[in-house]
Structure formats: C-alpha cells, structure tokens
C-alpha cells in the first residue's frame, strides 16, 4: 500500500474549545489509484490531506506511506519526507508572486539541495509536460488561472513525488479550465501517478477510479466511481438532460456549421 491509515483522528484546540475534525478515519490507497475525496463542507477533507501531505501530524491513528510510520516522525523528519515524497497542490495556487514560473518549479528541488544546473534543467522538463514550455519566464500575474496551477502542477512533481495531493484545485477556475486541469491529472494518472484529489463537482469526481465520501470526520462511503449512488444519479441527470438538449434541439440533424 501507498497510503494506510487506520483509526486516525485529529482534535484542533482553540482555547477551551476541541474541534474534533477527524474522529477515526480507516483508508488503504494502492499505488497508481486515483482517488477522489468529497463531503460536505467542515467534514474533514483538508485536515486528512495535510495529514497525508505530512503538512501536519494526527492526534491518533497509523499513518504509514510507503511502509514507513509518518505517526511516528517529527517535525525534521516530516519535511524530508514531504520534500522528497508529496507533491501537494492548493485550491490556491500558493505560487511566490515575485519568482518566474521557472523559479517556482525550481524551489522544491533547492530545498532539497540539488545542483542548480540539474535544477533548471528538471524544471524545464517539468513545465513542458504541463503545457508550459513558452511561458517559463512569466510571473504569475502574466498567467491565466490555468497556467498558475499549471505551475503549481509542474512544481508538484518535480520531485516525482509517490502521491500527488491535490485540495480542490479546480476550485477558483471556470468550466473550460477545470477541463484543462482534470484532463492534465487523467494524462498523470495514465503515466502511472498516484493521485489523491478534494472536490466538491461530481464533473471532477468522475474522472477518478474511486470515490471516498467524508462527514463529520468520518468515512462515510467509499466505491468505485461508478459504483457511487450519489454519483450514479448525477450521472443519469447528465444523461438525461443531454437527450432533453438533442430532443429539443430543432433541425440538429444538419452538418455542424
Ligand atoms: N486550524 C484549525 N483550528 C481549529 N479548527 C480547525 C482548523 N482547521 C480546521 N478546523 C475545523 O475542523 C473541521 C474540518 O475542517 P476541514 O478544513 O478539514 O474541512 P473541509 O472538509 O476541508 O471543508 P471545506 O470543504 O470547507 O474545505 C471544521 O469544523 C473546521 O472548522
Ligand atoms: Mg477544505
């Protein structure tokens, strides 16, 4: 397994108050899943993502990645692992406004120490496989949406990292670039990248091989996509609303024009 974790929790404390934000969470994802995780807001999702990106530590529970206890491991030893194993990309893009898109994608590997010359080359490599290879010396106030989590894609795997995380990223992009960006996980996926990915669109969801459902920090369901009822009816409305488009659409037998 690439990712297990069982009987996880994690209590936030705000002065007196507990917030119990996850409360027991089991989970095996296998390498190379693509694995979508959804459920109403406040259920959980961003807390067990941080956890599984390393960003932050459970109160309870196993978390093993790749075999090897993250439960266990302190600060030092989380942020290697994180450098060297996750690759995580925000609803926000989370990009250095001042830096190029090339200085972005180079950052993770600088952390870790590598020669700038094999940096820069790395990250090159990086952005023409999103798509960006004529826009490299652009800031990101010179991209579209797109391109910015482009960039934050390319920076995220730079590494070549053994779990993609990904927190809503189509969250802040119109429909034609939520296209763009699912379209870039599916091509990941293909080449053999494990993806883990939050969303709240079922459009998103269904490109994934697996739906695992959260509420109030919990696993409330968790099937195949295809298997997923709350998914299946969402596919039969597209269905049928695209048979009621073709129905009523007048003389649409034509060539298009
Ligand atoms: N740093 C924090 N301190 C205290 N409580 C927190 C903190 N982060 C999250 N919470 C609480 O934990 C619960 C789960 O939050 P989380 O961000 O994981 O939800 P989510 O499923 O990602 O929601 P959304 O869909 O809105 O992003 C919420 O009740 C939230 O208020
Ligand atoms: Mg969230």
Redesign the pocket.
Known sequence: MTIRIRQLTKV?K?GVER?H?LRGVDLDIARNEFVAIM??????????MHILGCLDRPTSGVYELNGRPMHKMGAGQLARVRNEEIGFIFQSFELLNRATALKNVMLPMIYSRRHWATARKRARAALDRVGLGDRMGHKPNQLSGGQRQRVAVARALVNEPSILLAD?PTGNLDSATTHEIIELFRQLHAEGQTIVI?T?EEEVAAHSQRIVR?RD?LVLSDHPTREDPTHRRWLEGQAAAAAEAAGSRPLAQGAPA
């Open positions: 936030y705000l917030v934000a459920g109403a807001s406040g259920s959980g999702k961003s807390t067990m809503e939050v709240h959260l920090g």
